[in-house]
């Protein structure tokens, strides 16, 4: 069965460093979005994607964050200059179609640590 | 945006035991989506209620989206170890993902 893939699947930096984190969705899927997970806490969502446009973001999403689909099949998330608070889970999602009916497939997460 | 509370936080249940977990939403919902994730894991997608007053059953769970459309339950018989982790039902927003904040359920054999 095809499956949402993500690297790292850990990774410690430094306060203030960049991180690009890598996903690769299911390969017949057009929308892309990303969450996160404060360790112990619910899902955020970050940011949605279509047609190498953002299609919604949160407020979570600020200036530091970017997203890009830099070939065919890879998708990233890119954190611009580390905060301590963005230690956490880091979820890729993808689905076939988009809207309300549309089933999200999550990888398996990065999980960031600043230090 | 709209919100989705969950409760309880936590439910520690001995195996075969019942369970249950709600979600509630001051305002309607137009669907509910319920997730899996297993400890460490990701969230799997269970299912989705997009009806009134609507029940669909998957072997020992049982999912209801109030007549209001303003809650909805998870209910498992029967429990066992591998049921184990957190449930969390979420609002699909035109793609985003609103999520409560899940039940841990922990299973004692």
């Known amino acids: 069965e095809p499956e949402v893939t993500q690297t790292p699947s850990h990774q410690v930096t430094q306060m203030g460093q960049e991180v690009i984190l890598r996903c690769v969705p299911i390969?017949?899927?057009?929308?892309f979005y990303w969450y996160r997970q404060i360790l112990g806490q619910k899902v955020e969502f970050l940011v949605s994607?279509?047609?190498?446009?953002?299609?919604?973001k949160s407020e979570i999403f600020d200036d530091q964050f970017s997203v890009e689909r830099p070939d065919g099949s890879n998708f990233t998330l890119k954190i611009r200059s580390t905060k301590l608070e963005d230690s956490a889970m880091y979820f890729c999602?993808?689905?076939?179609?988009?809207?309300?009916?549309?089933?999200?497939?999550f990888g398996p997460g990065t999980r960031l640590l600043v230090l | 945006g709209q919100q989705v509370m969950q409760i309880p936080q936590y439910q520690h249940v001995q195996e075969g035991e019942d369970f249950t977990t709600y979600c509630n939403s001051s305002t309607t919902l137009s669907n509910i989506q319920w997730y899996k994730q297993r400890p460490g894991g990701h969230p799997v997608f269970l299912i989705q209620l997009v009806k009134s007053g609507e029940v669909k059953k998957q072997k020992r769970l049982t999912f209801q989206f109030g007549e209001a459309k303003k809650n909805s339950s998870l209910h498992i018989t029967a429990t066992q170890t591998t049921d184990v982790g957190t449930y969390f039902c979420a609002n699909n927003q035109g793609g985003k993902l609103i999520f409560g904040q899940g039940t841990e359920l922990s299973v004692k054999p």
């Open positions: 999602a993808s689905s076939q179609t988009s809207g309300s009916g549309a089933t999200q497939y």
């Open positions: 390969s017949n899927h057009l929308y």
């Open positions: 994607f279509y047609n190498n446009e953002i299609s919604e």
